[in-house]
């Protein structure tokens, strides 16, 4: 049974591996999709290998936390259209938002081999035993930040990676939209040296 099937049969919920790349070989160049990476995370869970280069990526948002560059303009423009907020106030909030080191340039979805981390949309019963087994592991509350202003690419997928830790979004309406995740369930963002451990607890 593969690390996705175990994860799948202890919580449900789809699993889809993430892989950041600073190459990729020629034998995966035929999966690169012209998407944004909400919109990949859909496709993903039925087409099954999908990459994307993080310099095609046409979301400001998502082209700074994947490290192809700091738009902040586009981005605070972009957070007043669809949350509201205050122009300071967005600009805060980027200033804490964790981001790719540029060397990494392609993003790749349920690629073979290993992943970074693994990604799900799980609902809160599902999430209460993953949690459960992390403290059966730890001994320890889990630690989260959470966002609404690049919540899923930034505060969970890249600060999953960047911390080794285990990571929740409740997305942003963008996300919400493109991204194919149920109004019930929440984004979930595991490490796979925590994913490892919770499938063997």
Known sequence: MTLVEKLGKKYRGPWLKVKFLQNLSKEYSIYLRNVDFCEAIREAKSLGVLILSVQDLTAPGEKFVFGSGLDKDRIIKRCKEVWELPEDKISKLIEGIPHLPSRFRFIGLNMDGEPDILLSHLQPYQFMYLLRDYQKI????????????LGVCGDAVVRTFLKQEISISFGCKIFRERGGVP?????VAVPLKWAKKLTEV
Do not use: R, Y
Request: charged share 20%; hydrophobic share 35%; no cysteine.
């Open 183 to 187: 109004q019930d369930t929440f984004v």
């Open 138 to 149: 730890s001994g320890e509350s889990l630690n989260l930040k959470i966002s609404t202003v």
